[in-house]
């Protein structure tokens, strides 16, 4: 069965950086384009980056592309996600996305599957 299992939230201070990582499993992950979107409250869920299946190059979104890398690794079918200079208007729940049927995305609607997510909260 396809899995996909995000860690690394938790509360952070603004400015300070983290670390989200994901693990799949069930699915052929050099295969599959993957990738990250966070949902605020009340928001609707927002690209963040995704990587290639076919180059590895990341794609951002614009307005987390100055301080966010994104990295897989797939020999450990591992997805990765650091930003940095958090801000509270990055606290949401980030979730890890993995699509199939095409070699990169940007939109939620193209995601095969999806994982359960994990809460970033950034507060003093």
């Known amino acids: 069965q396809e899995q996909l299992v995000e860690s690394g939230g938790g509360t952070v201070q603004p400015g300070g950086s983290l670390v989200l990582s994901c693990a799949a499993s069930g699915l052929p992950f050099s295969l599959y384009a993957v990738g990250w979107f966070r949902q605020a409250p009340g928001k609707e869920r927002e690209f963040l980056a995704c990587i290639g299946r076919d180059d590895g190059t990341p794609n951002y979104a614009d307005s987390v592309k100055a301080r966010s890398t994104a990295s897989r690794v797939d020999v450990k079918n591992m997805l990765y996600l650091q930003m940095n200079n958090l801000e509270p208007e990055d606290t949401a729940v980030y979730y890890c996305?993995?699509?199939?049927?095409?070699?990169?995305?940007?939109?939620?609607?193209?995601?095969?599957?999806w994982g359960k997510g994990t809460l970033v909260t950034v507060s003093s």
């Open positions: 996305a993995a699509a199939g049927w095409t070699s990169t995305f940007s939109q939620a609607s193209s995601v095969d599957y």
